[in-house]
């Protein structure tokens, strides 16, 4: 995996002057030249910016707001020379919360949020209800790399990022991490799928674009030993296991009684002396 530099904005990264670049002109020369920090509340402006230009969704104020200043997010960003190259924003919460938001009555911004904050109903079977009910759930909001930098690595090194914090000890309670897409966005998909996520569930209409409903993908990637709930073919499967293990410890038995009952005949014979 990459090694990367995690540092505080407001004290320069090692190795790097301080005259900030427009990150148009800059060629990436290594992935070791980029540092990763976590958002600020003096990042809004500039991740604003970026977010408008990477995603087609207009995300609302009160998004960017909570981003760059709620612990609540873990939302990192990629600085190379000073210039934000890509972020990841991500966000833990129980799984059985997943479903209990309500979407109705709300301004398209509010409709846009309350998603971001929420799931659609097909994400309910991300978990068994048997592990759903103490565990928890990452789900990714938002990754994006800057069009120039992209093929550098810098996704996988933000994705990368996230997953050894939620597979730390402290984290063993998230057993998934999903997210959602359009369905047209081939690169993410190839992405995602690259990295093991798989496909969960479709989304019918699921993104409002400019007034225009888009489907989406729902992409689940499983950790700390969580795994999708089980299906008809699953517990054939399982029973099937069963069943050959049961054989099989039947045969075994079987065997072991045969050879006491070989031991205690020749005992016998031996002490009635009907063999020398």
């Known amino acids: 995996m990459a090694q990367f530099t995690l540092y505080n904005k407001h004290s320069a990264p090692p190795n790097s002057d301080s ?21 600020v509340p003096d990042d809004l402006t500039e991740v604003r910016q970026l977010c408008q230009e990477w995603f087609p969704i207009d995300y609302p104020l009160s998004w960017y707001e909570d981003i760059t200043s709620s612990t609540r997010f873990f939302a990192l960003a990629a600085v190379y020379n000073l210039a934000i190259i890509g972020l990841i924003v991500a966000e833990i919460k129980p799984y059985r919360n997943v479903n209990k938001e309500v979407i109705a009555n709300m301004s398209d911004s509010d409709e846009l949020y309350t998603r971001l904050s929420g799931f659609p109903m097909q994400d309910k079977g991300i978990l068994p209800d048997s592990m759903g009910r103490s565990a928890d759930v990452g789900y990714i909001l938002s990754l994006g790399v800057h069009r120039s930098h992209r093929r550098n690595g810098i996704g996988s090194l933000l994705l990368d990022a996230l997953m050894n914090h939620l597979t730390t000890a402290e ?12 369905t047209t966005n081939q690169p993410a998909i190839f992405f995602y799928e690259k990295r093991r996520f798989t496909l969960h569930s479709f989304l019918p209409y699921y993104y409002n674009i400019r007034g225009k409903g888009k489907d989406g993908f729902t992409y689940v990637n499983y950790i700390n030993g969580g795994h999708p709930p089980w299906t008809l073919l699953d517990h054939i499967k399982h029973y099937a ?10 045969a075994w038995m079987a065997g072991r009684v045969q050879q006491v009952v070989r031991w205690l005949y020749h005992k016998l014979l031996t002490r009635f002396n009907f063999i020398e």
């Open 19 to 39: 005259t900030r670049v427009d990150c148009e002109h800059v060629p990436l020369c290594s992935i070791n030249d980029v540092q990763l920090r976590f958002l």
């Open 171 to 182: 984290r063993h309670s998230v057993k998934a991490i999903f997210l959602h897409t359009l």
């Open 241 to 250: 296991s069963k069943v050959r293990h049961t054989s099989s410890l039947c």
